[in-house]
């Protein structure tokens, strides 16, 4: 693999792309280090190292830690995919959406157009929710100085932050689509990458720090050993997929024959992604955002500190599972459409060996869809837990490396970075990646 890296870095414009990708994921971290004017920044890195507050985890995780820093790119790539998948939500209801998704590149570009105005407007929203929190102590509960974090509360001063996160958020999404352009991969996906594995080393080391065998190195290594075996757990089920074979029929147009080719629909085992991962995270940070915005102390409100602030608790973690099986389910039916496909096959004389064309060819598709996403669903609730059985096993903070979301991202990311580099160095006569 280093010599087809060696091979792909001769090549002159495949080079100019790596580079360029590269370039712009440094130019993301270091904005990810700049304050937001207005942020009393030794309170803000004093409060860091002493929370154990884990109701913000996955926004921070896609911000690459800026979030709880307070950064000018503190809310990372997270607007534009709740933007993305509203939009796509969206697109199954509204008519009008789903025109524009069938006529191709200009109703792309029209929807792409729709979800950078939604992520600003999104930005905005989550911007002052944010800076509203950590103006009141919120954002740091259980830290000595978490009121000292924004000391001038003024209107100007809140607006202010407000505006540079959002701009923040603005320029992180104009450089995904720089290098979707200009570089390698899809631009969103690096990003989310890069900020991901950003804080790998930080929080293993701060696992070694907290470990209590042999000075936490067993800690340590025990870690990263069930990390590679997550990894290739993950790398094995998302190549995972059913084939479905389909042949199409020959067709005379003149004294020409069209079609008689075999070809087949893959059905991935992970139909759905990463997306049941965070719909469910994002669904369960409500109660305990509801009960810590109102600081209430009722009931319920204790009970929801107690046992959906952190990912350790029996009834956190029965939900999350729950709601990741339900939303796999839920987001499959809403992408694939097996009547749709169905009618496109019966369209253009395409069949499925042994079925009929038509309505018995979307029922037999629902039903494989139906088997492997069952398997696809408990695999994703599975690696999502990993990281809470890891707070319980070794006793240690929030920042558990390896996590479901974490992994899944980057495997993902990883593994179609790599096939279009593959791709390219294929076009120019190169060996490659991948054998």
């Known amino acids: 693999m280093l010599s087809a890296f060696a091979r792909a870095f001769k090549t ?25 004017p207005g942020v009393n920044f030794k309170a803000v890195h004093t409060c860091v190292n002493e929370s154990k507050n884990g109701l913000f985890g996955l926004v921070n995780l896609f911000s690459g830690g800026a979030l709880l820093q307070l ?7 997270m607007p534009y995919i709740t933007a993305s998948i509203i939009l796509q939500l969206l697109t199954v209801v509204i008519p009008r959406l789903e025109a524009l998704k069938k006529e191709g590149q200009a109703g792309t570009t029209k929807i792409t157009q729709y979800t950078r105005y939604l992520t600003i407007a999104l930005a905005i929203l989550q911007g002052t929710g944010i800076v509203a929190t950590a103006s009141n102590g919120a954002l740091f509960s259980t830290c000595p100085v978490g009121n000292q974090v924004v000391p001038d509360t003024s209107v100007f001063r809140i607006a202010t932050m407000v505006i540079c996160m959002t701009a923040g958020t603005t320029v992180i999404m104009w450089l995904g689509e720089l290098i979707t352009d200009r570089g390698i991969g899809n631009g969103m996906s690096i990003l989310i990458f890069t900020s991901i594995a950003a804080g790998f080393p930080g929080n293993l080391w701060t696992i070694k720090k907290l470990g209590k065998i042999a000075g936490g190195w067993f800690d340590f290594f025990a870690v990263i050993a069930v990390g590679i075996v997550v990894v290739v757990l993950v790398i094995f089920v998302e190549q995972a997929q059913r084939r479905i074979p389909v042949q199409y029929a020959k067709r005379m147009i003149g004294r020409r024959a069209f079609g008689g080719t075999s070809t087949y629909i893959p059905l991935k085992v992970n139909q759905a992604g990463v997306i049941p991962v965070i719909f469910a995270s994002s669904l369960l940070y409500i109660p305990a955002l509801v009960a810590q915005l109102t600081n209430s102390k009722a009931g319920w409100a204790v009970w929801i500190q107690n046992n959906f602030t952190k990912g350790d608790h029996p009834a956190y973690m029965i939900s999350y599972f729950v709601l990741i099986v339900f939303f796999a389910f839920f987001y499959v039916a809403i992408s694939f459409n097996p009547e749709e496909v169905a009618d496109n096959m019966k369209k253009y004389g395409g069949f499925i060996p042994g079925i009929r064309a038509g309505r018995p060819t979307a029922e037999y598709l629902n039903y494989v869809l139906t088997r492997i996403t069952w398997p696809g669903s408990l695999y994703l609730g599975l690696i999502a837990l990993i990281p809470m059985i890891g707070l319980v096993a070794l006793n240690a903070s929030t920042t558990i490396p390896f996590g479901g979301t974490s992994i899944l991202i980057i495997v993902g990311v990883g593994l179609e970075t790599v096939k279009q580099i593959e791709s390219q160095l294929q076009q120019r006569n190169y060996e490659g990646f991948l054998r």
């Open 71 to 77: 950064t000018i790119f503190a809310l990372g790539i």
């Open 12 to 36: 002159p414009d495949l080079r100019k792309k790596l580079l360029f990708t590269l370039g712009i994921m440094v130019l993301f971290r270091l904005g990810a280090h700049v304050p937001v």
